[in-house]
């Protein structure tokens, strides 16, 4: 894709939303770490059903230690793959009540360090909650990337790093938030709903859906 093209993509994205964020619900650093940890293989509302209902009892390091990993797992159960997650986010815990003072650190190998904590996660946590302009590639981004030609690549470290490279900086601190956003609710991966996208004219897939 031209950087003309590139820049009118983001743009367009910008004016129907000015001010993007995740759907997951947090209001601290911390809370923003589970949930991530939480929402892998599973959906946003999933998680934040789970988590409206576990961080009035717990939503620290400490609480979430004194919960302990039996108790957790009740909150969490109706999320898949919730043994393996309760685990991790009591080690994690463990680690950030022992080294970091119950602060979520800021740096990428601090994080990706944290059990259950992957380089998506991390991108997900440094951008939302700390401001930094990294670009967390899930399968909705992979999908948008690959489909509009914005960022082709063969798996998402190739995307990612194409993306770092093809965003105009004015745009990165956002960038992500949009893409999932686009990709969740109009570049869906059985049926995207081509008729009514801002960036049809700029994109390069070739079996656009046709309008009804």
Not at 28 to 56: C, H, I, M, W
Not at 129 to 147: C, K, L, M
Request: with cysteine; aromatic share 6%.
């Amino acid at each position: 894709m031209k950087r003309a093209d590139v820049v009118e993509l983001f743009t367009r994205l910008r004016e129907l939303n000015p001010h993007p964020t995740t759907e997951l619900a947090y209001t601290t650093p911390f809370e923003l770490l589970v949930a991530v940890v939480l929402s892998a293989q599973a959906t946003d509302v999933g998680v934040n059903k789970a988590t409206r209902k576990l961080y009035p009892v717990a939503n620290t390091p400490q609480a979430i230690l004194d919960l302990g990993e039996e108790k957790l797992k009740r909150y969490i159960s109706t999320i898949g793959l919730f043994n393996a997650k309760a685990k991790n986010v009591i080690a994690l815990c463990r680690i950030l009540v022992d080294q970091y003072d119950c602060k979520v650190p800021d740096t990428r190998e601090a994080l990706e360090a944290l059990p259950g904590v992957g380089r998506k996660t991390a991108n997900v946590v440094l951008n939302t909650a700390f401001g930094h302009p990294t670009i967390a590639v899930d399968t909705h981004i992979f999908r948008v990337a690959n489909r509009t030609g914005l960022a082709p690549g063969k798996d998402v470290r190739a995307v990612e790093d194409k993306l770092e490279k093809v965003i105009p900086p004015e745009f990165k601190q956002d960038a992500h938030h949009w893409l999932i956003l686009h990709g969740r609710y109009v570049c869906k991966a059985r049926k995207p709903d081509c008729p009514n996208c801002v960036i049809r004219d700029l994109c390069r897939y070739r079996d656009k859906t046709p309008a009804t």
